[in-house]
C-alpha cells in the first residue's frame, strides 16, 4: 500500500516537472504569437497581455508590403529539395555501408564520421571560391549542394544504425524470390527504415529552414534570400514594428510545427524503436 | 521434382574452413535431415545449396544439371528461414505472391496460386493480415506458404521450428511430413534438434565441424552409429559411455576392463583393436535395465529420480562414472541414495576404439 502511494508521488512529481518543461519551452512561443496580432503600441505598452483584438493586419502588411512571400518560397524550395536529395543519397550509401561487405566500407564510413567531426564552417573561404568557381554564389542551388553535403554525415550515421539492425534473413528471403539488390533496397527493406527516415529528416530540416550563415554569405540579391537571412531586414525597415516582426518569426516557424506534428507518430517511433521488440 | 548431388564442397570463410569435402546425394522426393550441434556447418551447407553463400571449390548439381553458378532465385528452390523473415510491411497474401510478383505473373495466377497454397495451409482468413497480426505458428505457415506458391523442385528449412513452443513444434512437426507426403517433394531440413531428425527424415545427415559424420535411415543411425560421436549425438537422452581399456584380444572377440574394474567380454567383436588401448564402452540409457544383466552389470548410486507415470528416468553415478543415465519404462519405485545394479546385454551395447569408431 505504502508503496502504491509512493508511485503515485511519483507520477504527480514527474508531470509537474513535465508540465513546468513544456511551459518553459512553450511560453515564448506563445508570447510570439501573441505579439503577432498586436500594434507596437500595445506590445510596449503591456508586453504580457494578450491582444486586444485578433486581427491579421501585421500578417497582410507581411504579404502585401515585404518580401517575405518570396523568402518563404525560397526557404520551403532549398528546404524540401535538400532534404529530399539528402534522404535520397543518404538511404544509398548508409545501405551500402551498413548491408554490404566491401573493401573500403571502413574508409567510406569513417569517412563520412569525419564529416560529424568537422564543422563546416571552418571552410567557409575554400567553399566559396569553389562555389563561386562553380557559378553557384548568389543562387539557390549553390545552398542546396552546401545543405546536402553538410547534413549527409548525420543523416549516413543514424540510417546506417537502424540499417544495421534490420535481420539478414529478409534480405537473404529476397533474394530467394528473386529481388535484384536495387529491388530488395527500395521494396524490402526501405520501407521497414521510414521512422529513422522522418528523424534523419526532421532533424536535418530544422538546422537547413533557420540557417541565417550560409545565405548570409553566398545569397546577395533579395529575390534570392532566405527565410531566416530575409527576417533581418526588418530589424532596418522596420526596427519600429515588432509586430510585423512577430508576425514574421510567426510564419517561419509555422512550417517545421506542422511538419513536426504530422510526423510525430513515426518521429517517436523511430526514436524508440528497438527499446521494445 | 528433382534430386540433387553434392561433389567435394567446400566452403572457407578467411582462413576458417567450415565445410570440408561434403559429398551427399539426395533423391527425388526424398526428406533429408542435416543435424548437428550449433557451429557443425549445417546452416552453412543448406546457404550454399540455396546459393546464398559462393562454394569455395566443389559442385551441386540439380537434376544432372549443375547450378552452384547460377543466382539463388534461379536454382528453383525455395527457402524457409528460422525467424521466418516474413515482409512486415506486406500481408499475408503480398508475402506469398511476392516471388511470382517479381517474376512479373500476372495478377489472376498469383491470387489463384497464393490462394491454393493458402487452403493447403489453412490461412485463407488471414490472407489480408499483417505478419505482426499473426501468431507464432500462423507465420511459420506462411513462410511455408512462401515456398509452396513457387512450386519449387526443391524445399529448403533452416530450422523452422526453433522459435515456436514444445506444443506447437510436435504439431508443426507432423504437419510438415504430411505436406511433404502430399506435395510429393524433394526437402532439405537443417535442426540441431535430434528428435525433429528422428521422427522427420527419410535420411540423416550428421555433421560435425564441416564434416559429414554418417548418413543413413534414422533407426540405422540409432542402432548402428559409425562412431562415437554419431552414438552420443542421435538418441535422447544421450547415450552412456564408459571408458575402459582392452585387457585381451582373441580370436574374434576382445576383453575388455572398464575404470571400475568391471570385465565385459566382447565376442565377434575386435576390428583392429590391441591389447593396451584405451576404448569406450557404450549404452543407451534405454537397454539398461534395473536388475543384474545377461552379459553384465554395473552399479551405482541414485542421486536422482525423474517419475513421468509411463516411464522413469533415473539417474546414477559411481566413483569412477560421473553420471549413468536409466530409462526404464512404467513407474520404478527407486529412491534418491539406493545402491542399484543395472544390467545391460551386448547385443544392445556399442564398443569404440581409441579412433572412436565403432569396433564392429
Redesign the interface.
Known amino acids: 500500500m505504502e508503496k502504491k502511494r509512493n508511485a503515485g508521488l511519483e507520477t504527480w512529481l514527474m508531470h509537474i516537472f513535465l508540465v513546468g518543461t513544456a511551459l518553459a519551452v512553450l511560453y515564448p512561443i506563445f508570447m510570439m504569437v501573441m505579439s503577432g496580432f498586436k500594434t507596437n503600441a500595445e506590445i510596449f505598452g503591456a508586453p504580457f497581455a494578450l491582444p486586444k483584438s485578433f486581427n491579421f493586419d501585421n500578417y497582410i502588411v507581411i504579404w502585401n508590403t515585404t518580401d517575405v512571400p518570396r523568402y518563404l518560397l525560397n526557404s520551403t524550395i532549398v528546404t524540401l529539395i535538400s532534404v529530399f536529395v539528402l534522404l535520397i543519397t543518404g538511404t544509398m550509401a548508409a545501405y551500402a555501408i551498413s548491408r554490404y561487405r566491401f573493401r573500403g566500407s571502413i574508409m567510406v564510413s569513417l569517412f563520412f564520421l569525419a564529416g560529424l567531426m568537422l564543422p563546416l564552417r571552418l571552410a567557409i573561404i575554400p567553399l566559396f571560391v569553389q562555389l563561386k568557381a562553380m557559378g553557384l554564389v548568389d543562387n539557390l542551388l549553390g545552398l542546396i549542394f552546401i545543405y546536402t553535403a553538410m547534413s549527409l554525415p548525420s543523416t549516413v550515421f543514424i540510417l546506417t544504425g537502424f540499417l544495421r539492425a534490420l535481420p539478414g534473413e529478409l534480405e537473404d528471403s529476397a533474394r530467394m524470390d528473386g529481388a535484384s539488390e536495387l529491388r530488395i533496397m527500395v521494396q524490402i527493406m526501405v520501407p521497414l527504415i521510414t521512422p529513422a527516415m522522418v528523424i534523419a529528416g526532421i532533424y536535418n530540416a530544422v538546422p537547413i529552414w533557420n540557417d541565417f550563415f550560409f545565405p548570409l554569405i553566398f545569397i546577395q540579391t533579395p529575390e534570392n534570400k532566405t527565410l531566416a537571412q530575409g527576417l533581418t531586414s526588418f530589424f532596418g525597415e522596420y526596427s519600429v514594428n515588432f509586430g510585423v516582426l512577430y508576425a514574421g518569426l510567426t510564419l517561419a516557424a509555422l512550417p517545421l510545427v506542422v511538419v513536426f506534428i504530422v510526423q510525430s507518430k513515426r518521429f517517436i517511433a523511430g526514436m524508440t524503436a528497438g527499446a521494445i521488440k | 521434382m528433382a534430386n540433387i548431388e553434392l561433389r567435394d564442397v567446400n566452403k572457407q570463410f578467411g582462413d576458417v574452413k567450415v565445410i570440408k569435402d561434403v559429398n551427399l546425394a539426395v533423391e527425388d522426393n526424398e526428406f533429408v535431415v542435416f543435424v548437428g550441434p550449433s557451429g557443425c556447418g549445417k546452416s552453412t551447407l543448406l546457404?550454399l545449396i540455396?546459393?546464398?553463400e559462393d562454394l569455395t571449390t566443389g559442385e551441386i548439381h540439380i537434376d544432372g544439371e549443375r547450378i552452384d553458378h547460377l543466382?539463388?532465385?534461379?536454382r528453383g528452390?525455395?527457402?524457409v528461414?528460422?525467424?521466418y523473415?516474413l515482409?512486415?510491411?506486406f500481408t499475408v497474401a503480398q508475402n506469398m505472391g511476392?516471388?511470382l510478383r517479381?517474376?512479373r505473373e500476372d495478377k489472376a495466377s498469383i491470387d489463384k496460386k497464393v490462394y491454393e497454397a493458402a487452403e493447403i495451409l489453412q490461412l485463407t482468413e488471414y490472407l489480408d493480415r499483417k505478419p505482426k497480426a499473426l501468431s507464432g505458428g500462423q507465420r511459420q505457415r506462411v513462410a511455408i506458404g512462401?515456398a509452396i506458391v513457387?512450386n519449387p523442385k526443391v524445399f529448403l528449412f533452416d530450422e523452422p521450428l526453433s522459435n515456436l513452443d514444445a506444443k506447437l513444434r510436435v504439431a508443426m512437426r507432423i504437419e510438415l511430413t504430411k505436406l511433404h507426403r502430399a506435395l510429393n517433394a524433394t526437402m532439405i531440413y537443417v535442426t540441431h534438434d535430434q528428435i525433429e531428425a528422428m521422427t522427420m527424415a527419410d535420411k540423416i545427415v550428421v555433421l560435425r565441424d564441416g564434416i559429414v559424420e554418417q548418413i543413413g535411415a534414422p533407426l540405422d543411425l540409432y542402432n548402428t552409429p559409425d562412431n562415437r560421436f554419431v552414438a552420443g549425438f542421435i538418441g535422447s537422452p544421450a547415450m552412456n559411455f564408459f571408458k575402459g581399456k582392452v585387457s585381451g584380444v582373441h580370436e574374434g572377440g576382445a576383453e575388455i576392463t572398464l575404470s571400475d574394474g568391471t570385465l565385459i567380454n566382447f565376442p565377434g567383436k575386435n576390428g583392429t583393436l590391441s591389447v593396451g588401448d584405451n576404448v569406450e564402452f557404450g549404452v543407451r540409457p534405454e537397454h539398461f535395465s534395473i536388475e543384474p544383466g545377461a552379459d553384465g552389470s554395473l552399479r551405482g548410486e541414485v542421486y536422482a529420480v525423474e517419475r513421468l507415470g509411463g516411464e522413469t528416468y533415473i539417474y546414477l553415478s559411481s566413483d569412477s562414472q560421473k553420471e549413468i543415465v536409466v530409462h526404464a519404462t512404467g513407474d520404478h519405485r527407486v529412491a534418491v541414495g539406493d545402491r542399484v545394479e543395472i544390467g545391460f546385454t551386448i547385443a544392445q551395447s556399442y564398443l569404440f576404439g581409441p579412433d572412436g569408431q565403432s569396433v564392429r
Open positions: 546457404r540455396a546459393g546464398l543466382a539463388p532465385a534461379s528452390l525455395a527457402m528461414f528460422q525467424s523473415a515482409y512486415p510491411h511476392y516471388a517479381v517474376a512462401r513457387r
